[in-house]
Each structure stands twice: as C-alpha cells, then as structure tokens.
T-cell receptor
C-alpha cells in the first residue's frame, strides 16, 4: 500500500493553463504539506495543513491554491501557469504539526512549455 | 530565522570508501535534526534523526551525532555502496513562533562508483 500518493506523476502543459495535482495519504496523519523542488534539488515548503486548516503559507504566488477536502487529501491547484513553475512538486504528511518525520510522495514533475 | 548549511556536492566516491557530508545549522530554539535521502526518481525518505544534544542517530550503516557546541550534524558512513548513490538532505525541525517547520539544506548529491 502506498503511504503518500500523488497524481499525476508527470504533467506537461502550456503557459497560461490551469492544472491540479492531487495528493492522498493513508497513514492517518493530521498534517500535510506541499513542497517545490527546483532543478538544483533545492526543496522549499509552500503550504502546510493541519486537520484541514492552513497553518503554513510561505511566500507563494496566489496563483497557487491548496485545498484540503478532508484530513487525508491535500490538492494543489495552479492558475495561469508560468515557465518558472516548472519543477517537481512533492506532497508529504506527518503525524502531527510538530512531528519532524515527514513521509513524502513520489513527486509530480511539472513542465510548462 | 532557522537555516541549514550542508557541503556542496557533488561527491563522488569509490565503493567501500568512507563518507562524510558536513551539516551545520542555525536555530533560535532547540531543534530536532534529520537526514533525509532521495534516491533517483523518488521522494525523500527519512534516513536518521536526533532530537537532543549528544544523541546519535543511525540507520543502514549511516550515523550522525547532534553536536550543540558546534551546531553540527555531520553524516558519516564507514563503507559506501553503489546503492547509496542519492541526494542527501540535512534538515531541522523547530518552532518558529507560530508553527513548526522543517527547514532543509540544499542537498548533496553522492555518486558511488563500483
């Protein structure tokens, strides 16, 4: 059983389009995250939700909007995609907000043409 | 604010060589420290952790000791294998005033040749 899953694994799209990435965890965790990893492997947190409530919202363009329909899901919607949005996006979860161990999904490689 | 600095890569070693990847941190509180590993094409996974000063984390032959006096958490392995080729991330978890956050270093790419 996959603990943290993301769909799709690859996403290729044109500039200006709107796209969504879905994430689900079956670990019963309370907290979920979205990270962006650039081409140099630098990993930066974007958002964090605890029990469906937003607790971290880093300096991210408001074209990015997370949505947590329930504790097990955290989706990422991106409007008006730009070339600079090309990256690998990782979803992660942890047992609680203060738990340092996070479980990562396999990543979604987004390419904006 | 909190930050993590780890040695720049890439690091290339021969099989059975000794590995050290340096990591130092800056934190306002009393952080927990972690090493995560990312194998090619995969997400990150926890390799080891230490939650207080002088703790030693170990897993799969890797180890790191939480040194508060030098604010360091260097990763070591006595004899690397080809299968250890991956990107290694040092990270800290600390309370930043309003929430906990995991802060990552920039990652170090390790390549082990047979």
């Amino acid at each position: 059983d996959t603990a943290v899953s993301q769909t799709p694994k690859y996403l290729v799209t044109q500039m200006g389009n709107d796209k969504s990435i879905k994430c689900e965890q079956n670990l019963g965790h309370d907290t979920m995250y979205w990270y962006k990893q650039d081409s140099k492997k630098f990993l930066k947190i974007m958002f964090s939700y605890n029990n469906k409530e937003l607790i971290i919202n880093e300096t991210v363009p408001n074209r990015f909007s997370p949505k947590s329909p329930d504790k097990a899901h955290l989706n990422l919607h991106i409007n008006s995609l730009e070339l600079g949005d090309s990256a690998v996006y990782f979803c992660a979860s942890s047992q609680s907000e203060g738990a340092g161990e996070q479980f990562f999904g396999p990543g979604t490689r987004l390419t904006v043409l | 604010g909190n930050s993590v600095t780890q040695m720049e890569g890439p690091v290339t070693l021969s099989e059975e060589a000794f590995l050290t990847i340096n990591c130092t941190y800056t934190a306002t509180g009393y952080p927990s420290l972690f090493w995560y590993v990312q194998y090619p094409g995969e997400g990150l996974q926890l390799l080891l952790k230490a939650t207080k000063a002088d703790d030693k984390g170990s897993n799969k032959g890797f180890e790191a000791t939480y040194r508060k006096e030098t604010t360091s958490f260097h990763l070591e392995k006595g004899s690397v294998q080809v299968s250890d080729s991956a990107v290694y991330f040092c990270a800290l978890s600390d309370y930043g005033g309003s929430n906990y956050k995991l802060t990552f270093g920039k990652g170090t790419l390790l390549t082990v040749n047979p």
